[in-house]
């Protein structure tokens, strides 16, 4: 849900979806083509987001974002909503991380939505208007719609795999422990010797995002300065960034001195598409655990390359 604006390191919004009810195991898991092993798709990485091919109600291909840091099941735009006519089932409420502000959109349900090889049934969608830029996008693909899998984005080897089974804990190597904040996943990572939780947002055109009200007892190599502006429901935000003067664990793997964006509007860190590039990560929402896996144990993010004129974005 946000611009693609090259070359900036933006944090993104998630939006949490109010007075929907999910349970598990709803959506039984069902393989098109019959057989028990992983159903495999490849990704697009568009400025490191991923984006998949799916099937709506038997039609398409259409293009669809997938987007750990949106809640619910699935978003789709409205010239796609009125192309098949997807019929209204409601309506809910939405909201940018700061939990200032709140609206109501409409939710679609579509009956079949196929990817990977498997199909997923009665989903519902929230409408969402694209901004400038993601014309292109139908839809995206959220959280929960993965719960009843092992659902993995490969970024290595740009595909998204969905099988069946279970993660199992190996003392925080590469499986570690997630909640859910408003149906999105948050772990916890080490900053130097703090902790902090942080969103798994795979659609964020950012990297390492920090709270301003948490930074503020980190070192730093070099003062702060201004890398973006946000924009959200709560109005527009500057963006500061500079590179750490210590480390930042996530699972087994360090991030050293890494280039970080500090966030004055969101209470909680987040983990953007920029780091993620460097793993396979899976999820197990059953057992609330996630994996990361990487051909490297120690990385790096550097600030970002700046373009030319005003810095600005939409969340």
């Known amino acids: 849900m946000r611009n ?15 007075g929907l009810s999910y349970a598990y195991g709803r959506n039984l898991p069902r393989t098109l083509s019959g057989q028990d092993g992983p159903s495999v798709a490849p990704i697009e990485l568009r400025h490191g987001i991923p984006f998949v091919q799916v099937r709506v109600n038997g039609k398409g291909p ?27 089932t409601g309506e809910t409420e ?20 196929q990817v ?25 693909l959220g959280f929960l719609l993965f719960r009843d899998y092992l659902f993995s984005l490969d970024y290595p080897s740009q595909r998204l795999v969905l099988s069946l089974g279970s993660l199992r804990p190996d ?5 570690v422990p997630f909640s859910l904040q408003g149906d999105i996943p948050l772990i916890s990572i080490k900053v130097e010797n703090r902790q902090v939780d942080a969103h798994i947002d795979s659609r964020g055109m950012h990297g390492l995002s920090l709270p301003e009200e ?53 209470p909680l860190g987040n983990v953007g598409s920029i780091p993620l590039q460097h793993f396979a990560v899976t999820f197990d929402q059953k057992n609330k655990l996630v994996r990361f896996v990487s051909t490297e144990r120690n990385l790096t993010i550097d600030p970002p390359q700046m373009p030319p004129g005003p810095l600005n974005g939409s969340y």
Do not use: W
Request: aromatic content about 8%; hydrophobic content about 35%.
């Open 94 to 113: 939405v909201g940018d991380p700061s939990g200032r502000h709140r609206r109501k959109v409409p939710v679609y349900l579509i009956s079949s939505l």
């Open 214 to 266: 948490f930074t503020k007892g980190l070192e730093f190599s070099s003062k702060p300065v201004v890398v973006g502006r946000g924009r959200t429901m709560s109005g527009d935000f500057e963006i500061r960034g500079a590179r750490l003067a210590g480390d930042i664990q996530i699972a087994g793997y360090t991030f050293s001195r890494p280039f970080v964006e500090i966030n004055p509007l969101f």
């Open 62 to 88: 259409f293009t669809f974002g997938i987007d750990t840091g949106t809640g619910g099941e699935a978003l789709v735009c409205p010239t796609l909503a009125e192309k098949l006519g997807l019929p209204t």
């Open 116 to 140: 990977a090889g498997v199909e997923f049934r009665d989903i519902k969608a929230m409408r969402h208007e694209p901004f400038p830029g993601e014309q292109d996008c139908e839809g995206t």
């Open 4 to 18: 693609k604006l090259s070359g900036l390191c933006l944090v993104s919004a998630v939006v949490s979806l109010a």
């Open 171 to 175: 003392n925080g190597k590469t499986v």
